[in-house]
């Protein structure tokens, strides 16, 4: 008797052992993970563990697989020095989320934390993405080719701006920089050889000339709604317009208006490209029909001008999405506004 029980037990006791063992395999890890230049502060929303990390490709890779189960990560970007954490985890299947630098704040006043340290910021992300990862949309990795242009497109956005600068600089005291702003003009056309040819790689063409339909849109314009488009499936055009930054939001309470505003999500460079778009655009009578509409409404110049940077946006979704070219003869099934 005394055997068949130890027997029993003996074997309960391993299939609770595989069940644990199975457990901790498939429960899913919440970790955040704030980011410096040369070091990672995690935070484990399940063991309630920190953790440093040296922030390189080696170290990154040989913690990731001491995990042997599912990874839900949170980060808050930061310059590149999120790449290499970001990209490995995704890599292996992970689910990584960026989470927006402002949602940390105006999260971190929501639950009445005060403290703003590394640590701190970990825990914050842990705890932001164990409660609202349904309504997060997970970061999706891009190849090798679409980081280079988006690289691109930013590196060249601040050498225009350095440009700028500079001429306005020397201007004051009438130093002559011909030779500087022929080399800066040099270096514009190679970054923009390099961004006509990754395009060409990644088999864009159609979708470019689509966009370069659209009154107002050049080649820079097009180059950043493709790659925006190409980042993900979008359900609609509001889906596009929110992954922008596009999108309005509105406070209100009781007899309470708030100032509408945009929510400025995504990258920047994309809703500066489109908004320069905005002043070649009216040069086509129903675009600046469109924005006249707004300023009849009292809408400012700066408003106006942003809404119809968002319907170009919403046009070229709807060219792309559905393989057409930009009609500028208007009518019921035309893209005019």
Not at 99 to 109: A, G, K, M, S
Not at 154 to 178: G, M, T, Y
């Amino acid at each position: 008797m005394n055997t068949k029980l130890a027997w029993v037990s003996s074997r309960l006791l391993r299939q609770l052992t595989a069940e644990t063992i199975v457990a901790n395999i498939t429960q899913k890890i919440i970790l955040g993970i704030d980011v410096a230049k040369s070091e990672l502060v995690i935070f484990n929303w399940i063991n309630q563990q920190r953790t440093k990390l040296a922030n390189d490709a080696k170290a990154i890779r040989s913690w990731l697989r001491s995990f042997h189960g599912p990874l839900c990560i949170a980060v808050e970007p930061t310059s590149h020095y999120h790449r290499e954490v970001v990209d490995q985890a995704a890599a292996l299947g992970h689910q990584v989320y960026l989470v927006n630098p402002r949602q940390l704040v105006h999260y971190r006043e929501g639950i009445s934390r005060r403290n703003k340290t590394d640590a701190e910021d970990a825990y914050l992300l842990a705890r932001f993405v164990a409660r609202e990862a349904d309504e997060l949309r997970a970061y999706q990795p891009l190849c090798a080719q679409s980081q280079k242009l988006w690289a691109l497109l930013k590196r060249r956005a601040v050498i225009v701006a350095a440009r700028k600068r500079l001429r306005q600089s020397l201007a004051d005291v009438q130093v002559s920089a011909k030779a500087l702003f022929t080399q800066f003009d040099r270096l514009l056309k190679r970054i923009d050889q390099r961004i006509k040819a990754l395009l060409k790689d990644l088999g864009w063409g159609a979708d470019i000339k689509r966009c370069l339909s659209i009154p107002g849109i050049g080649p820079l314009n097009a180059a950043a709604l493709v790659a925006t488009y190409h980042r993900g499936a979008f359900a609609s055009s509001d889906a596009f317009i929110a992954f922008i930054g596009f999108d309005v939001r509105l406070r209100e309470s009781g007899t309470y208006k708030g100032k509408a505003k945009l929510s400025k999500c995504g990258e920047a460079e994309i809703r500066r490209l489109l908004y320069c778009a905005t002043k070649p655009a009216r040069s086509h009578a129903a675009f600046d029909q469109y924005r006249q509409r707004q300023l009849a409404k009292g809408r400012s110049k700066i408003v106006s001008n942003v809404a119809l940077a968002r319907k170009l946006a919403r046009i070229a979704f709807a060219l792309i999405e559905n393989g057409t070219s930009f009609n500028k003869t208007p009518n019921r099934t035309g893209y005019a506004p």
